[in-house]
Nanobody, 124 residues
Framework: QPQLLESGGGSVQSGGSLRLSCAAS????????MGWFRQAPGKEREGVAG???????TYADSVKGRFTISQDNAKNTLYLQMDSLKPEDTAMYYC??????????????????WGQGTQVTVSS
């Protein structure tokens, strides 16, 4: 059974950094579309960063230049490096995966494997 387990969330001050990790089990991460999503209270879940099987990355405009998605296929782990954090980045962060027909996209409904989430809180 494919599973994802996030870690690395926490509380930081504005301008700080956090690195989220997502350990995959039950499948090979390298063969799937992978993504980081977040959901703040009262808001819809939104895509933050995605990675395809060929090493290309996609970012939401709100995090471009501040967040970096990466993966270590040997460790079967996905990462999200978050720098210059802002209070508006406060949310529950989820990693997710799906096996694509063709191209990967950062659309919530495409993803069918989800982790339990890790909380990120940024104070001003």
């Amino acid at each position: 059974q494919p599973q994802l387990l996030e870690s690395g969330g926490g509380s930081v001050q504005s301008g700080g950094s956090l690195r989220l990790s997502c350990a995959a089990s039950g499948y090979a991460l390298a063969n799937y579309c992978m993504g980081w999503f977040r959901q703040a209270p009262g808001k819809e879940r939104e895509g933050v960063a995605g990675a395809d099987r060929y090493g290309s990355a996609t970012y939401a405009d709100s995090v471009k230049g501040r967040f970096t998605i990466s993966q270590d296929n040997a460790k079967n782990t996905l990462y999200l490096q978050m720098d210059s954090l802002k209070p508006e980045d406060t949310a529950m962060y989820y990693c997710a995966a799906y096996y694509p027909d063709l191209w990967c996209s950062l659309v919530v409904r495409n993803y069918d494997i989800w982790g339990q989430g890790t909380q990120v809180t940024v104070s001003s």
